[in-house]
């Protein structure tokens, strides 16, 4: 995998944002997710709020660094 596909910062307080099951899978480069904007055709596990505010605090998609190329093709797009 080219590095700059993948950063993880374990010293954040925040540390993993996410829960998920390996950390050492966990992607931090996509700290603020570029895939929000696109709203319902951004492919990750969202819901809304009962304000109508997107929730992505169940969502990994953006912190698996497999997704990379995913993330970017949706951006070009």
């Known amino acids: ?6 950063f993880q910062n374990t010293s ?6 996410h829960n998920i099951t390996k950390k050492d899978n966990f ?3 996509f700290c603020y997710c570029p895939l929000y904007g696109l709203k319902d055709k951004c492919g990750g596990n969202f819901t809304y709020t009962e ?9 990994n998609f ?3 660094k497999e997704n990379y190329d995913e993330i970017i093709k949706k951006l070009s797009t």
């Not at 995998?1 to 993948?6: A, D, E, N, Q």
């Not at 954040?12 to 944002?17: N, Q, R, V």
């Not at 304000?51 to 969502?59: A, H, L, V």
């Open 12 to 17: 954040c307080e925040f540390f993993p944002c």
């Open 27 to 29: 992607n931090c480069l």
């Open 1 to 6: 995998m080219m590095s700059y596909k993948f």
């Open 62 to 64: 953006p912190h698996i």
């Open 51 to 59: 304000n109508g505010i997107k929730d992505c605090s169940e969502c």
